[in-house]
């Protein structure tokens, strides 16, 4: 993601092993966005398998840990980092995949509004032809606070269903764009959940990015 304030980029990596289970790593990144060189790294030990960044307009950072530790004490949680890397909140039960106002099942994804509304993609494993039966494929709204407000879709391929809401783009009318990556489409809603449109002329969509009227969807493993 970029940078709203000094332009430079974010970005994380799993720590070399698509995994940071017991890495001291930094997998939160910022690089010069000409020269590429690391201007900051935090994060090391804390996150088990991070998976969408999110910075907000104030240069916070959003981070999704989509997995638990093996000890249960990290993971299913949305960690916000203030730009250096001082933890300010966390949503979810770390290491609790669970349905319950409050906690998250391999979140994606995460995006917040103009007000700081929060906007969660969660469930990470229902994107597979045989999904398992704890598997989620939701939008879960939340305050600014990091308190629970609601949730749309369920895992499925009918219009507002998921499989696998995996990244999460608003664009200059407040709409909220779902790469809903293994029904290969598009789904757009208002910030209430109402289903606006379906786009079906992409792929296996893995990332959205919206500047000005331009949609980047980054497609992967069609």
């Known amino acids: 993601d970029i940078d709203p304030i000094d332009g430079n980029v974010w970005a994380y990596d799993r720590c070399g092993a ?3 289970e017991g890495s001291s790593v930094d997998p939160v990144v910022k690089l010069d966005r000409k020269t590429g060189k690391l201007l900051k790294s935090f994060g090391g030990g804390m996150i088990v398998f991070p998976h969408g960044i999110h910075i907000d307009k104030q240069g916070n950072v959003w981070m999704n840990d989509g997995q638990a530790s093996k000890d249960g004490t990290k993971g299913h949680q949305v960690i ?35 007000k700081g509304e ?26 600014k606070d990091g308190k629970y ?6 895992v499925g391929t009918k219009p507002g269903e998921f499989r696998t809401p995996h990244a999460l783009a608003l664009d200059a009318k407040g709409r909220l764009f779902v790469a809903d990556r293994g029904n290969h489409r598009i ?7 109402k289903l606006l449109d379906e786009w079906e002329q992409f792929s296996r969509i893995s990332g959205l990015f919206i500047q000005g009227d331009a949609l980047y969807a980054i497609d992967s493993e069609s």
């Not at 789904?187 to 959940?193: P, R, S, T, V, Y």
């Open 18 to 20: 698509n995994t940071c």
């Open 80 to 114: 916000k980092f203030s730009p250096d890397g001082k933890v300010l909140m966390r949503i979810g039960k770390a290491g609790v995949a669970g349905t319950a106002p409050g906690e998250l099942n391999m979140p994606n994804d995460v995006i917040t509004n103009d």
């Open 118 to 143: 929060i906007f969660v993609g969660d469930g990470h494993n229902g994107q597979n032809d045989n999904p398992p039966p704890d598997a989620t494929g939701r939008i879960v709204k939340f305050t």
């Open 149 to 154: 407000i609601k949730e749309w879709g369920v």
């Open 187 to 193: 789904q757009i809603f208002d910030q209430d959940g």
